[in-house]
């Protein structure tokens, strides 16, 4: 090791304590403790569970997912236990689960939001993502995040109930995403996810008929990486707390590219499907490669470096 | 890359070719499909009954000239409406996902119960080009409701065929797994292929498990993605879509907690198998 530089991976997410700043996005997987600790043992460094509620729901019918050329569209409906079941699942994961967890919430209301919040955290929760930004269920997800009013009301709400890291997750589907995020960041938020899924739709040309049942869903995959690289490099110019990069990224080099426009971590679903599982590993060796050549000791030294390029 | 690229799986429409009245409830599907007529015994495709519902069906039959089978049993409303649809009418196709069966050579025991018996068909072909030899037990509720019984005759022997029906209308009376213990006992056997109701599908790796003969299953399990991504239908830490459906005796005593005993319901929550 005699000259080499040695490369830390860690990162310090708004308290949270990464070993690298790969996370499982919110919707893929994640049922399950088993589901969430076969995630974690290819390598990523934080988990975030599906989205929560109060209540059950079995979410729509198939189709829930189009395969498209450039992306998968997906309406899945939020669909889980509620929270009531769930907090069984979150204690069975803390068990086994040697990385940081983070519990996906969402509501029909500001209460619901601070309701479900509150029994995650309780059940032993590491940080909450508040789901403020799903472009497919009526009166919750974007439609709360796409109003700044409410958007607060829901964060603070939240801020006063747990006493661990409120993350935010924003939509991208809004005239300026940085505007809402100075809001989250007013209100409360310690960290903020960029981006949800680009509201979108398929339709077959030959039936004539829109394919997902609910019409309309959200874009993900590779499709969407630009897009959300500029929301995170225009968020990043308007707020101090710790962004966390999501869409569309698959291979290290996306990773480095979002850290570099302002994440201080990423996270991936869709690279799942595209790469399989073991994407948290290749994506974080990539990141170190990649410091390792360029000088560089930490995470943190190229955090947002492209602003100061 | 890996080997399931999205895009090359992505939603395409066809037409129906040809239907085929199997029994009063099965109905068998024939499309044109160049993917999916790629496919290997175990894997399955997403059918979408285009405004009404998509579904995971197993493949029956892939061939070269790029049609493919599905063996379809009316049990719902998705299913309804397929066996509604005619000859020339459009439907939607994803896939072929998942795993497929490992074709072994040497003695083999194949159980299957109801549509289960579909893939066992397709692998059953495919082990006769490898001239195994094959013995067969398949079940179902009644007489007309046993499926492909003359193609398994014909790949099997008559002779290395046992047939069993709950209503005892043919065969022998009771469950697949009712002359189970007998087959095994007289014969040797170097692997067990089974597909069907799962109570089943576990008490045929409980009696395997106490003879020391690998099997493989074909599961079942809520489908939503079909690509590994929605965990819908992982069973442990596996996912059915992706890491199955087909799952070697190994794996299968890493789910033994949930294996012929529970699934996931619509809403993710775990629910005792009916």
């Known amino acids: ?309 | 890359m890996s080997a399931y690229p999205t895009a090359a799986n992505k939603h395409r429409t066809t037409r129906l070719l040809n239907i085929k009245t199997e029994s009063p409830t099965v109905k068998t599907f024939t499309f044109k499909d160049k993917q999916c007529a790629k496919a290997k015994p175990g894997q399955f495709l997403m059918l979408w009954i285009p405004g009404i519902d998509e579904i995971p069906l197993s493949i029956l039959d892939a061939d070269k000239n790029g049609t493919v089978s599905v063996a379809v049993k009316k049990v719902g409303e998705a299913t309804k409406a397929l066996h509604e649809l005619k000859t020339g009418e459009t439907i939607g196709v994803r896939g072929p996902f998942g795993n497929s069966f490992t074709v072994k050579k040497g003695k083999i025991l194949m159980v299957g119960g109801g549509t289960g018996l579909a893939p066992l068909l397709f692998l059953a072909k495919k082990l006769a080009l490898e001239r195994a030899k094959i013995f067969m037990v398949m079940g179902a509720k009644t007489r007309e409701e046993l499926l492909f019984k003359e193609a398994f005759e014909k790949i099997c022997g008559k002779e290395n065929l046992v047939a069993t029906t709950e209503d005892g209308s043919y065969g022998v009376k009771g469950l697949a797994t009712t002359p189970l213990e007998r087959v095994l006992a007289k014969e040797k056997f170097d692997m067990i292929y089974t597909c069907g109701p799962e109570k089943m599908m576990r008490k045929v790796f409980d009696l395997a498990e106490t003879r020391g003969i690998a099997v493989e299953a074909s599961l079942e399990r809520l489908m939503r993605c079909a690509i590994g991504l929605c965990g819908s239908c992982v069973i442990g830490k596996y996912r059915v879509c992706r890491d199955g459906p087909v799952f070697t005796v190994n794996q299968l005593r890493e789910v033994k907690g949930e294996f012929g005993v529970s699934k996931r319901d619509f809403d993710g929550k775990l629910i005792p198998l009916e």
């Open chain 1, 1 to 309: 090791m005699t000259g080499e530089k040695l490369v830390n991976l860690n990162v310090n997410l708004a308290g949270l304590k990464l070993t690298n700043p790969t996370m499982l996005a919110s919707g893929i997987l994640g049922y399950s403790s088993e589901t969430l600790e076969s995630i974690a043992e290819n390598g990523a460094g934080a988990v975030v569970t599906k989205s929560i509620g109060l209540k059950p729901r079995v979410g729509y019918a198939n189709p829930t997912i189009v395969q498209t050329k450039c992306g998968l569209i997906n309406a899945m409906g939020l669909p889980n236990p509620g929270i009531k079941e769930f907090v069984r699942e979150i204690r069975a994961t803390k068990k086994v689960l040697k990385v940081p967890l983070v519990v996906s919430i969402y509501g029909f209301s500001t209460e619901e939001y601070a309701k479900v919040a509150e029994k995650a955290v309780g059940a032993g929760a590491d940080a909450v993502e508040l789901n403020v930004s799903c472009p497919h269920v009526k009166e919750t997800g974007s439609e709360i995040g796409q109003n700044p009013k409410i958007l607060a009301q829901v964060i603070k709400a939240v801020k006063l109930k747990v006493d661990k890291p409120v993350f935010v997750k924003l939509s991208p589907n809004v005239t300026s995403i940085a505007d809402i995020a100075e809001t989250a960041e007013k209100a409360g938020a310690d960290a903020l996810t960029a981006i949800n899924t680009v509201k979108a739709m398929a339709i077959d040309a030959e039936t004539a008929m829109p394919i997902l049942s609910n019409k309309v869903g959200g874009l993900s995959g590779p499709a969407i990486k630009p897009v959300a690289l500029r929301c995170i490099y225009e968020v990043y110019e308007r707020v101090k707390v710790p962004i966390v990069g999501c869409g569309g990224i698959t291979s290290w080099r996306d990773a480095v590219e979002f850290l570099l426009a302002g994440a201080s971590a990423i996270q991936m679903g869709t690279a799942i499907a595209l790469k399989g599982a073991n994407v948290f590993k290749t994506v974080s060796r990539g990141i170190e490669a990649y410091l390792k050549r360029k000088g560089f000791r930490s995470v943190k030294e190229i955090v947002g470096l492209s602003h100061r390029r």
